[in-house]
């Protein structure tokens, strides 16, 4: 199994910038990607970015693309997302996933962080 601690969540000003951690533990060699998600209140979750374990190829929303950049540090087994120019539709608990080698489906969750964007 593999168990996620997201961190990094907090309250910021419309504008500003955040930097969310997701640290990986346990069976990390079955990781084949890591993916944010996010969930805003009365609203479905919705994916953020991607990005896969060996080769750093990298996936966005729409809603987020130029503003967030995920990165990963291997060595660290810690996944980050770069959020930039936060805007208060950003406002949502966010989640850390892993799919795994072999799986199309995100098996395993963080317990997620909260991002309160005011304005």
């Known amino acids: 199994q593999v168990q996620l601690v997201e961190s990094g969540g907090g309250l910021v000003q419309a504008g500003g910038s955040l930097r969310l951690t997701c640290a990986a533990s346990?069976?990390?060699?079955?990781?084949?990607?890591v993916g944010w998600f996010r969930q805003a209140p009365g609203k479905v979750r919705e994916f953020i970015a991607a990005i896969t374990w060996r080769g750093g190829s990298t996936y966005y929303a729409d809603s987020v693309k130029g503003r967030f950049t995920i990165s990963r540090d291997n060595a660290k087994n810690t996944v980050y997302l770069q959020m930039n120019s936060l805007k208060p539709e950003d406002t949502a608990v966010y989640y850390c996933a892993v799919q795994e080698v072999g799986g199309g489906k995100y098996n395993y969750w963080g317990r997620g962080t909260q991002v309160t964007v005011s304005t």
């Open positions: 346990g069976r990390t060699s079955s990781i084949h990607a």
